[in-house]
């Protein structure tokens, strides 16, 4: 299991997808899941920037890991967002035969990132959202860092900034040093 962290705009699902793609792997992504929902009250939250609770989305993370076994490989994206849900996803990866091979912290500068999310222009993507989701990542990623840290999980910071090409074979290199590929 690969986990993706990085501040909105990064490029997280992007790279996921490609991955997925190219290897075959299984992408889950916490944000399209909650999205998938169509829950009015989970629309308004994240529109806002804010996060879901815990609950839901560790109830639709397990849901997905379900449906991933038999695939070769797992890309978490956005998952985890706060310290408890990363407890939860060490101890979800045992009971469904996983481990987290790696953390991938993807990250860029604040301009790039804006630039990108003003076209994307998804309904969290205005300048209010935007900046309480940065705020919140940046608050929340140092603690769950270390957390991964101490539990032996490898985390490697690839540089998320140019062209989508350009950052999968910056994640590409760092899987295969890893030999995950
Ligand atoms: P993303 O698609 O990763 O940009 O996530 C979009 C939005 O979904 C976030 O701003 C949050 O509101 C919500 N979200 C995504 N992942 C999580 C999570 N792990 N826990 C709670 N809320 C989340």
């Not at 912290?105 to 309480?132: C, F, H, Q, S, Y």
């Not at 940065?134 to 062209?163: F, T």
């Amino acid at each position: 299991m690969i986990v993706f962290f990085g501040p909105a705009g990064v490029g997280k699902s992007t790279q996921g997808k490609l991955l997925a793609e190219r290897l075959g792997w299984f992408w889950i992504s916490a944000g399209q899941l909650l999205r998938d929902e169509h829950n009015k009250e989970l629309d308004r939250m994240m529109a806002r920037g804010e996060l879901a609770s815990d609950e839901k989305a560790e109830e639709l993370i397990e849901e997905a890991l379900k449906k991933a076994s038999g695939y070769k490989n797992i890309i978490v994206d956005g998952f985890t967002r706060r310290l408890g849900q990363s407890k939860f996803l060490l101890e979800k990866s045992f009971v469904y035969g996983q481990t987290i091979n790696i953390a991938i912290v993807l990250d860029a500068p604040r301009e790039e990132l804006m630039e990108r999310l003003k076209l994307r222009g998804r309904p969290d993507d205005t300048p209010d959202a935007i900046n309480e989701r940065l705020d919140l990542y940046y608050k929340e990623v140092g603690p769950i860092i270390e957390y991964y840290n101490s539990k032996g999980i490898k985390v490697v910071c690839v540089d998320g900034s140019g062209s989508i090409e350009d950052v999968y074979d910056r994640v590409i290199k760092e899987l295969t040093k890893c030999h995950l590929i």
